[in-house]
């Protein structure tokens, strides 16, 4: 007996990038967006964010993990890792209503591939155990590139702004994420990976490895005063990898698995296939299986042209900012963070963080410093880079003091707050 299922060909994909989608991806730009289901976390808990960053960064920081620890620093308890509010904020725009609004958000780039290429954060507060953020999404920006070095044709660059606020409508964080869109099997087309092979590690390799975990400094209670800074000072690396199926896994422990396209187990797999079968594709078995599934499927890498699975664009985002928290301290604050990934990172790599302090200012109250980040891998490329503004404290200026977010965010925030409490009164009536 064969071992590959006999079934029905699925309906053919058109899977190009189109004018029409594109004219209307334009049109949503600035228009809040409904999203599927809840987020992984409504509120945010000691439980949610010790799982993020044990599953999510691989951080052990006890500010993350230890309410007692974090009770003796300058913030007074336990506070989420920067980047945490990926995983929570409830979305109270209803989905679209009329039948202009139906088209106008009908799926876009059927078929095509999607890929985390970036994010920019600005952070204004902590995220503490009782917290509820509620958010909102709107396209910020779209851009088209006729012939890519990614895929050899036409991609898409698109980015999106979400917006978190807490229960008073102020602003706790927002992000700029950014993906490019490319037809899938592009890479395979391009041929840009048809000479990269899984890593194999000799033992010298992996004991390289572990003297970067053994020497990761965290400076933890003992503040990193502005003044004792200097430019070119460098940050101890921080290494990650070799990434495998465990890490794929505590990633989803961390960051949830229904937040992409509401995707799930079970039912809720099947669910999600009912509302957008385009999203999945079957087996060699004939399993339909989410696209997802490149994260963790050496087939469907391989039959896109890959050597193996892949991370998540967001997981390196998040490996960056570790590397820099351990270097700031508890006593700084992340005032503004930008990642650009660069290219895949398969199962089998290694990336070590490294960076250094490019610059060193003081902007109004703030006394700050700027560092770029490096993600290298074994093969001594560059997979992923970061741009951060850090608020530290001074022994001529004091202690931190939070960002203000500008007035259009704020007036976004307090709008959300005062638009849903008017739709529920509607309701009740």
Not at 85 to 110: C, R
Not at 129 to 151: A, C, I, N, R
Request: hydrophobic residues 35%.
């Amino acid at each position: 007996m064969s071992d590959t299922a006999e079934h029905a060909a699925p309906k053919a994909i058109d899977a190009r990038i189109k004018d029409e989608d594109i004219d209307r991806q334009r049109r949503q730009m600035g228009v809040p967006q409904s999203t599927h289901g809840l987020p992984y976390n409504r509120i945010v808990s000691e439980d949610g964010i010790r799982h993020f960053a044990f599953g999510f960064i691989g951080d052990d920081n006890p500010l993350w993990h230890e309410p007692d620890y974090a009770r003796t620093t300058r913030w007074r308890g336990q506070i989420a890792p920067p980047l945490f509010a990926t995983t929570t904020g409830l979305n109270e725009t209803p989905p679209p209503a009329t039948p202009e609004m139906k088209a106008l958000f009908k799926g876009l780039y059927k078929g095509v591939g999607r890929y985390n290429v970036g994010t920019r954060w600005l952070l204004f507060k902590p995220m503490r155990p009782g917290d509820q953020l509620y958010h909102d999404l709107s396209v910020d920006d779209v851009q088209v590139k006729e012939t890519s070095s990614f895929s050899g044709a036409r991609t898409v660059l698109e980015t999106y702004r979400h917006l978190y606020v807490n229960m008073d409508g102020e602003p706790v964080a927002v992000r700029y994420e950014s993906f490019v869109n490319a037809e899938r099997g592009g890479s395979k087309k391009v041929g840009r990976h048809a000479d990269t092979k899984r890593h194999v590690y000799t033992k010298e390799e992996i004991d390289a490895i572990d003297r970067l975990y053994a020497a990761e400094e965290r400076r933890g209670a003992e503040p990193r005063w502005w003044d004792d800074v200097s430019v070119g000072d460098q940050i101890v690396p921080v290494a990650k990898g070799p990434l495998g199926m465990v890490e794929v896994i505590g990633a989803h422990m961390g960051w949830g698995l229904g937040a992409t396209y509401g995707g799930g187990p079970l039912r809720y797999g099947w669910k999600i296939r009912q509302k957008i079968p385009a999203f999945y594709s079957e087996d060699r078995y004939g399993v339909p299986g989410s696209m997802m599934r490149v994260h963790w499927d050496p087939e469907r890498a391989q039959d896109l042209g890959l050597p193996a699975p892949y991370d998540y664009g967001q997981m390196r985002s998040n490996w960056l900012t570790h590397a820099l928290t351990n270097w700031m301290g508890d006593e700084a604050w992340i005032m503004s963070m930008q990642t650009d990934v660069r290219m895949f990172n398969f199962h089998g790599d290694t990336t070590v963080i490294t960076g250094s302090v490019v610059d060193k200012r003081i902007e109004g109250i703030h006394h700050v410093v700027e560092l770029d980040l490096e993600g290298t891998n074994q093969r001594e490329e560059i997979s992923c880079t970061g741009r951060a503004v850090v608020i530290l404290p001074s022994k001529a200026g004091g202690p931190v003091i939070l960002p203000t977010p500008d007035l259009a965010l704020a007036e976004r925030g307090a709008n959300m707050m005062a638009d849903a409490a008017a739709r529920i009164r509607e309701r009740s009536k």
